[in-house]
């Protein structure tokens, strides 16, 4: 009895081994699970036009101290995300594109929930109410919504601007 008792015990631990071993190799060598990619934004820090570098650009990475110097324009906010699929395309048309902004218009790229947000953005996203990126806002000279859309490229962007 002795002797049937310890080969059961045998088994049962060669089972559970021979279980989490397999387990570990699957889980190892999984190729179905999600990678995690993470990317960083063309960086747009400078007021220069990258198409024409005598002319001040109309899309500017938000700061306060240019959001305040052009409160004579029309003021709008692109909360932007890295990560975002939608919002890549349009802040590449923005820096191809931007002579193509009216020169009575400033975009303020606004990072929003990502690798690159600051707590100055993080307060725009909520005095605004954001809830998710690709969100454009048109502020007047106190810093009150005019105008609140989603989604959109240059040409939305000309034609919701008062």
């Not at 060598?29 to 747009?44: C, E, L």
């Not at 809830?131 to 989603?150: A, C, P, R, S």
């Amino acid at each position: 009895m002795r002797m049937k008792k310890s080969n059961q015990t045998f088994l049962v631990l060669g089972i559970i081994a021979v279980s989490v071993f397999g387990y570990l190799f699957v889980a190892k060598n999984d190729t179905s699970a999600p990678k995690v990619v993470t990317t960083t934004s063309p960086q747009i820090t400078q007021a220069t036009n990258p198409v024409d570098p005598d002319k001040e650009s109309e899309y500017l990475a938000f700061n306060t101290e240019d959001f305040e110097k052009n409160k004579s324009k029309h003021r709008v906010l692109f909360f932007y995300a890295n990560w975002c699929t939608t919002c890549r395309p349009v802040n590449a048309q923005f820096l191809e594109s931007a002579n193509q902004i009216p020169e009575d218009v400033v975009v303020f790229r606004v990072n929003y929930k990502d690798s690159e947000t600051d707590d100055s953005e993080k307060d725009l996203a909520e005095k605004y109410k954001i809830t998710y990126q690709h969100t454009f806002v048109q502020v007047n000279q106190q810093g009150e919504v005019i105008k609140k859309w989603n989604g959109g490229k240059l040409a939305d962007l000309i034609k919701n601007v008062n």
